[in-house]
T-cell receptor, first 115, second 113 residues
Framework: GAGVSQSPSNKVTEKGKDVELRCDPI?????LYWYRQRLGQGLEFLIY????????KSGLPSDRFSAERTGESVSTLTIQRTQQEDSAVYLC?????????????FGEGSRLTVL | AQSVAQPEDQVNVAEGNPLTVKCTYS??????LFWYVQYPNRGLQFLLK??????LVKGSYGFEAEFNKSQTSFHLKKPSALVSDSALYFC???????????FGGGTRVLVKP
């Protein structure tokens, strides 16, 4: 597809289970971002990938959160031992270049509910 | 650390009236500033950006924003609001030398017929 694709769109899980969220960026986009949006709140930066550079993990809230990206393609965000406070919409975005352009293209998000 | 403040949680305006959504920022060096809109159950869509040049930036759907360096503001405006403009609006900032795009908490706009 032409846009950023995220899956699953909705995920309900039990506390303590691991979840994996997937993001397919727009082809050719070198930069990829993950954000978290809690209900009624703004976007919280989680992690940023740019090409083959080391990712900026400064926003990951705990060591239960990790993310990977293979080259300039798919990224997965993994949350281990989920907690109820992890419930949120996880948004992925990509862009052609990190600098100058800056325009991010967002997916529609993966809504995670931890029971 | 960079930050964005959107002081209004919600803005109500009558259709046809001007709309303003406020944003102030804090960042080291020259700012790159953005506005995004989020319609219900949809992802964020880019509206406009300020990188350099003219302080008045025009974007999608008739929106514009004015960069004011002295007031560190980047307010979003539309001369005549439509009911379809009802959505959640986010201001974002990044330093020219940085990577991370920091978002404000969002302002919900409700345009009444």
């Amino acid at each position: 597809g032409a846009g950023v694709s995220q899956s699953p769109s909705n995920k309900v899980t039990e506390k303590g289970k691991d979840v994996e969220l997937r993001c397919d960026p727009i082809s050719g986009h070198t930069a990829l971002y993950w954000y978290r949006q809690r209900l009624g709140q703004g976007l919280e930066f989680l992690i940023y990938f740019q090409g083959n550079s080391a990712p900026d993990k400064s926003g990951l809230p705990s060591d239960r959160f990790s993310a990977e990206r293979t080259g300039e393609s798919v990224s997965t965000l993994t949350i281990q031992r989920t907690q109820q406070e992890d419930s949120a919409v996880y948004l992925c975005a990509s862009s052609f270049r990190d600098r100058e352009a800056g325009e991010l293209f967002f997916g529609e998000g993966s809504r995670l509910t931890v029971l | 650390a960079q930050s964005v403040a959107q002081p209004e949680d919600q803005v109500n305006v009558a259709e046809g009236n001007p709309l303003t959504v406020k944003c102030t920022y804090s960042v080291s060096g020259n700012p790159y500033l953005f506005w995004y809109v989020q319609y219900p159950n949809r992802g964020l869509q880019f509206l406009l950006k300020y990188i350099t040049g003219d302080n008045l930036v025009k974007g999608s759907y008739g929106f514009e924003a004015e960069f004011n360096k002295s007031q560190t503001s980047f307010h979003l405006k539309k001369p005549s609001a439509l009911v379809s403009d009802s959505a959640l609006y986010f201001c974002a900032v990044r330093g020219a030398a940085g990577n991370k795009l920091t978002f404000g908490g969002g302002t919900r706009v409700l345009v009444k017929p």
